[in-house]
C-alpha cells in the first residue's frame, strides 16, 4: 500500500512539475512577445523646436530599420521676424537636414547629431546716413549663413515625446554688409556699410544652437 501511494504521488508531482514548467514557458514567450511590441521602434517622429537658431519650427525625423534602428535622418525648417534695435528689422528662414545616431536600438534616449544648417536673412535698415548730418538712408540686403551643425541629444519615449538639443553650428558670420542705401530726402543710391546685427545664438564664428522640442511618434 505504502509503494502504491509512494508512486502514486511521484506520478503526480512528475505531471504537475511538467504542467508549472509548461506555464512558464508560455508566460515567458508572451513576455518576450509584449516586450518586443512595446519596445519596436516607432519609425516616424513629427513635431515643433523652440529655441536657438529655430525660436520655434516643424520638425521631421525618420528611423531607418538598417543597422539595428540606429540611423535616423531629419530635417527642421522654420520662417521668424526680430527687430535687433529700432532702426534693423531681420526676416530669417532656417533650415536645417543631418542625420541622428541612437546609442539605444529603439529611436530614443541619448543621441549624437550631425547636420547642415542655412539662416538667410533678408535685412532692412532705416535712418542711415547716407551722407554728413543725413540721416534718412533706406536700404535691404540677404545674407545667407551656412553652417555645419554639431549637437548631443535626448529624446524620450512613448507616441507622445520630448527632446532637448545642445550643440554649435560652425560657419563665417560677417562683420560688416554692404548696403545700397536711397535717400529718402536726396533721392540718390549710395553704398554704405553696416555691421551685421545681434542676433540672439549668432557669433563670428558660428551659431549656439539649444532647442527643446516635443512631438508624436508613429
Known amino acids: 500500500m505504502k509503494k502504491i ?11 504537475y512539475a511538467q504542467d508549472g514548467a509548461e506555464l512558464d514557458s ?4 508572451e513576455t518576450i512577445m509584449i516586450d518586443s511590441v512595446t519596445t519596436k521602434p516607432k519609425t516616424l517622429a513629427l513635431g515643433v523646436k523652440l529655441g536657438i537658431p529655430n525660436i520655434i519650427g516643424g520638425n521631421v525625423e525618420v528611423i ?7 540611423l535616423a535622418p531629419y530635417a527642421d525648417f522654420s520662417g521668424f521676424d526680430i ?3 529700432e532702426d534693423t528689422s531681420v526676416a530669417m528662414s532656417y ?19 550631425a547636420g547642415l544648417g542655412n539662416l538667410t536673412t533678408d535685412l532692412t535698415f532705416s535712418n542711415i546716413e547716407v551722407e554728413d548730418g543725413i540721416y534718412d538712408g533706406i536700404g535691404t540686403v540677404e545674407e545667407k549663413i551656412a553652417t555645419t551643425n554639431l ?5 524620450s519615449s512613448g507616441r507622445f515625446y520630448f527632446r532637448i538639443e545642445l550643440g554649435y553650428g560652425i560657419g563665417n558670420i560677417p562683420d560688416q554688409l554692404e548696403i545700397q542705401a536711397r535717400s529718402a530726402s536726396l533721392g540718390e543710391t549710395s553704398t554704405e556699410y553696416e555691421e551685421f546685427p545681434d542676433i540672439p545664438g549668432v ?4 551659431i549656439v544652437i539649444g532647442n527643446i522640442g516635443f512631438g508624436i511618434s508613429f
Do not use: C, R
Open 95 to 113: 533650415t536645417e537636414f543631418g542625420l541622428n545616431y541612437y546609442f539605444g536600438q529603439t529611436g530614443t534616449g541619448a543621441y549624437l547629431s
Open 5 to 15: 501511494f509512494l508512486i502514486l504521488l511521484v506520478t503526480s508531482f512528475g505531471v
Open 64 to 70: 531607418l530599420p538598417v543597422l539595428n534602428n540606429h
Open 26 to 29: 508560455q508566460i515567458m514567450a
Open 203 to 206: 557669433s563670428e564664428n558660428g
Open 151 to 155: 549637437k548631443i541629444g535626448y529624446k
Open 83 to 85: 527687430d535687433p534695435d
